[in-house]
């Protein structure tokens, strides 16, 4: 069974940085994109970043580009978002996810709901 475990999320103030882990024990990872997805309160979930064990590509949608970077680590299977710069509006549930067509969900031109596999969501609040 897959799993994804999301994890690093918190309280931190405007202007502040955290770092999100995804975890995939057992996983194919080199068979799939792994990324990152956010969900604020009454809004639609939203894709930001994703990257590529196989060839270490990356993709980041605008709202994010320029103060998120995501990277991975494929001996660990993980996969990391530094977020810095963080405002109030990056308050949300962050969620990871695997696809092999990630980079098209994020894109929009797939819908969230195709991902195959995501993790449980972790807390991120930007808060003074």
């Known amino acids: 069974d897959v799993q994804l475990q999301a994890s690093g999320g918190g309280l931190v103030q405007p202007g502040g940085s955290l770092r999100l882990t995804c975890a995939a024990p057992?996983?194919?990872?080199?068979?799939?994109?792994i990324g990152w997805f956010r969900q604020a309160p009454g809004k639609e979930r939203e894709g930001l970043s994703c990257?590529?064990?196989?060839?270490?590509?990356?993709y980041y949608a605008a709202s994010v580009r320029g103060r998120f970077t995501i990277s991975g680590d494929n001996a660990k299977n993980t996969v990391y978002l530094q977020m810095n710069g963080l405002k109030p509006e990056d308050t949300a549930v962050y969620y990871c996810?695997?696809?092999?067509?990630?980079?098209?969900?994020?894109?929009?031109?797939?819908?969230?709901?195709?991902?195959?596999?995501w993790g449980q969501g972790t807390q991120v609040t930007v808060s003074s």
């Open positions: 990257f590529s064990p196989s060839d270490g590509e990356v």
């Open positions: 996810a695997a696809d092999t067509s990630l980079r098209s969900i994020i894109q929009g031109i797939l819908p969230i709901d195709y991902a195959d596999y």
């Open positions: 057992g996983f194919n990872f080199r068979d799939y994109a």
